[in-house]
């Protein structure tokens, strides 16, 4: 529990909460009708050519709606430009359903790389609901096939004082691993649960590295919620964006042989914007048994 009672939340400004994140999933609506996304964030492992977006209508009175599609250039991302499509640009809803989908195209499954992480942006162009959920982020990656390590330990500095085992995966196709569930065991034992400080927590945290030896990996949340309402996630340190530069901890993330590799992520509340938790960036070691 010693880490538990240690965190200190820093701001850098001292309001700008958001409610938005791919935990709070559900179409909300108010007022007049209209149409909504089912969440902010979609993340998919592309399987077939064809990826379903769900969106919903708050009346029945009102049958369909047209989709903008634009596909980001963000840094970490690749640019799938010429790979990905909109089926059609109008959604129409099927009779006495309040749920139909947007659909994208993918001209070619070998055209994804097999490491490559492509951020498509879906937009409602007209009649979008009060809630204002009129836009949704999808990453795409291509579906891997993982086989079973072993098992492994996952030292998380931020959160735990000890190291927890759990098991790990590693893709056939690329060097990319999955540690399975790594968070609940140590809220637990550390008594976060017991206090009410443990939420959902992540079926698995995945990585990769590249041919130098530097691991990335996408955000992930942790299961660790400060004063029991926040979630605390970790962040690639160059993709923090609120309020400091943590990218020179970005070569800190890195396999340093076979059976042993360090994260050192940026910890903070993105609910809760503008700070990060103590120094924000610790380092996360995984050790294969």
């Not at 991302?77 to 947007?102: C, K, M, Q, R, W």
């Not at 949704?136 to 096939?145: G, M």
């Not at 070569?251 to 590799?261: A, G, L, P, Q």
Request: include cysteine; charge should be negative.
């Amino acid at each position: 529990m010693n880490k538990l009672y240690s965190i200190i939340f820093l701001f850098f400004v001292a309001f700008a909460f958001c409610g938005c994140t791919d935990e709070n999933i559900g179409a909300e609506y108010s007022g007049k009708g209209g149409f909504a996304f089912a969440s902010s964030v979609l993340n998919v492992e592309a399987e077939s050519n064809r990826i379903m977006v769900p969106i919903y209508r708050s009346s029945l009175d009102i049958n369909n709606t047209k989709i903008s599609f634009s596909i980001s250039d963000e840094e970490g991302f690749e640019d799938g430009t010429g790979i990905f499509s909109l089926l059609t640009e109008e959604v129409t809803f099927p009779d006495n359903s309040y749920e139909s989908n947007a659909q994208v195209y993918i001209k070619d499954l070998n055209l994804l790389s097999l490491n490559g992480k492509y951020r498509l942006t879906l937009g409602i162009k007209e009649n979008a609901t009060p809630s204002k959920r009129d836009e949704i982020a999808v990453t795409v990656n291509r579906k891997l096939t993982f086989e079973h390590l072993g098992k492994c330990s996952w030292f998380d500095q931020c959160i735990f004082d000890n190291a927890y085992d759990t098991d790990i995966y590693k893709a056939k196709e690329a060097d990319i691993y999955r540690v399975i569930d790594p968070y609940r065991e140590g809220l637990i034992a550390e008594e976060y649960a017991m206090n009410g400080w443990m939420g959902k927590t992540p079926e698995y945290v995945q990585f990769r590295v590249d041919s130098d030896n530097f691991i990335h990996y996408e955000e992930f949340y942790t299961g660790m919620l400060v004063n029991t309402l926040y979630m605390a996630w970790a962040y690639y340190p160059s993709t923090y964006v609120w309020g400091q530069d943590f990218s020179k901890f970005d070569v800190m993330n890195k396999k340093i042989s076979d059976t042993e590799f360090n994260l050192y992520p940026v910890y903070c509340l993105p609910d809760f914007k503008y700070g990060f938790l103590n120094e924000g960036v610790y380092p996360l070691n995984i050790v294969l048994k």
